[in-house]
Structure formats: C-alpha cells, structure tokens
C-alpha cells in the first residue's frame, strides 16, 4: 500500500462521516483511485506530497487523449460492466466529465491541505474547465405523454418506474432521494413527503399535487398487495431499488419512444414548469434541497426565445391593462 493510498482512504473516511451520499462517495473513490492508478504507473508517484501542477495538467492531457472507458479504476468492473460493448467507448471525454474529475481532486487536495498532510494545493494555480452550459431540454406535453404512455402498468416494475418518474416531475426529487423513500415519509393530509437522505445532509420537504396523491395512493394500495417490502418503490424482489438500474431503465424507456430522457430531466422540467407558471427562486431553491438561492438561478437562467415568449405573453403590460 502507498502512501498515497492511506491518504485517499483517510479522505474516504471522513466523506463517509460527513454522510455524503453513496453515488457521491462513488464518484470520489472511482476518479481519485483512476488518478491515483495514473499517478503509480505513468509518473512513479506514490504520495500526494509530490504532486506538483504540471502533473495535474499533464494528467487533463491525458484525459483528454484517452478516450471514455478505456481505462477503469478497479479490474473487477471489466468482467461486470463490459465498457468495450458501449457504442461509445473509446469516444473523447466531455469537458464536464473532466471538470468533474478535477473537482473531486481539488476537494481532496483541500482536504489533505486541512489536515496538513500537505504545504499547498497543486491544484490552486490550475486553472478550472468550465464547460459550456447545455441549455436544460424541456419536454413537450406530447413528448411527457409518449413518455408515460409507453408503460405497460400490468408489470410491476414498470408501473413502479412510471409513478417515480411523474413524482419526479411533480416535486423535483433527486433519483437516489425517490429510490431511498419509504412509505412512512408521505403525509397524504397534508401532501407533503420527508427527505431524510437529502444531498448536504438536511431533512427537507417537498410537496405534491392532488393529482399526484391519488396515484401514490393507488400506488401504496398496489405496494401492500404484491410486496412486503419497507421501501416505497422496491425492487421485484422487495430489495431497494439501485438508484443507477434506476436511471438505466429510465434511458432505456426513453429511447424505445424516440426520446433522450433520464431522471433528472425530469427533475428538470419540474424547475423549469414551475417558473414558466410564476414559481419563485426561493421557493424553487428550498423544493430543489439547494444550497442557495444562487444555485438555483445559475441553474435556471437557461430558458430558450419561446420559453421567454411564453413568459412574456403572461406578463405583457398591454396585456395585463385595460387600456
């Protein structure tokens, strides 16, 4: 064991005393132990004392050059996940990818720095990737309904994913916050649902449409008769459902429609619904589980010209007076 690998574990510790989520902690162990891995067999580094910037910058240079999936940080996920198979394997790697690995490095150099494991960052004179912002896709109503029409509700997992995803788009839950909910956390009188694993680690909650409280409620009836499960949308096993077969299945529905959709679309289109009918920010920030008004708004700042004709029409000051 290196050195260097004492010091990610150190790290991953304290990330899991800080009650980050599971894909969260993922997400750190796979891109630290990728770079760790480049570090040892490209470089002959072992500690991250000896990290100096230009391996950093050498290190997005190689990203770049590599291409997607052709490298895995653990040698069992080949014989599991098959990346030579995907139609886009070996195609380069997006900016925002890249600028997520050298985000989960700065926050575990920050750390290092914090438990004087090291003098100085060699990520602070490296310059941070800010990819283009993606203009968020807002579904159409036709599209929502092909969406949701494609579901054979006979079949318990697919009526299990159609309720998700209209509550997805009815409250603006995360995925894995949908996956973790447990039937205790509804209160039907006052339309409201409890998130207890929530990013940042704060309860919050969020609320849902009549509408949508007569489908959960079909849906617990539905629940109670074929599973005893503890988890509100189980597994056909009565396991908790893996927030990422979740959103595998949702891609995999999308595209037998024609269409590009996964989970957080969904989460999406709730945010962006909800201001084209006059929501707040502030409103909008607490419902989301931000950590800020503010990013919420950098978020959300992305309307296209006939989602901003649209508002416009509605605010119109000739319009809106009897003139």
Known sequence: MTEFDLQLDNFMLYCDAKHLSK????????????FRNYLVQELNIEDAVKVKPAHIR?????????????????DKSLDINYPNRRDDYQKPMSDTTIANYTRNMRVFFNFLLKEREIKESPM???????????????????????LFNSFN?????????????????????????????????????????????????????????????IDLKRWVQHHDRYTDSPYLFPTS????????????????????????????LLRNNFAKYYLLNDGDFATLSRLMGHS????????YLDFNDKEIGRKYQKHSPLNNLDI
């Not at 894909?23 to 990728?34: F, G, I, N």
């Not at 997005?60 to 997607?68: A, D, M, P, S, V």
């Not at 283009?132 to 929502?144: F, G, I």
């Open 23 to 34: 894909k969260t902690l993922k997400s750190y162990e796979q891109t630290l132990t990728l």
């Open 153 to 213: 509700l006979t079949k318990f997992h697919e009526y299990r994913t159609w309720i998700q995803l209209r509550l997805i788009l009815d409250t603006g839950l995360r995925a894995t916050e949908c996956c973790m909910l447990m039937p205790e956390d509804i209160d039907f009188k006052t339309k409201a649902i409890l998130i207890k694993n929530a990013k940042y680690g704060h309860e919050r909650y969020v609320f849902f449409s009549h509408k949508m409280s």
């Open 292 to 299: 800020s008004v503010e990013v919420t708004q950098k978020a």
């Open 237 to 264: 096993r009565g396991t908790q459902l893996n927030v990422t077969n979740f959103e595998s299945t949702v891609r995999r529905k999308g595209r037998e429609v024609g269409l590009q959709v996964h989970p957080h």
């Open 124 to 146: 602070e004179n490296v310059d941070k990737i800010k990819p283009k912002r993606k203009k968020k896709q807002l579904l159409k109503e036709d599209e929502l309904k092909l």
């Open 58 to 74: 050498k290190y997005i240079q190689y990203l770049r050059e590599r291409g997607k999936y052709t490298v895995t940080a653990f």
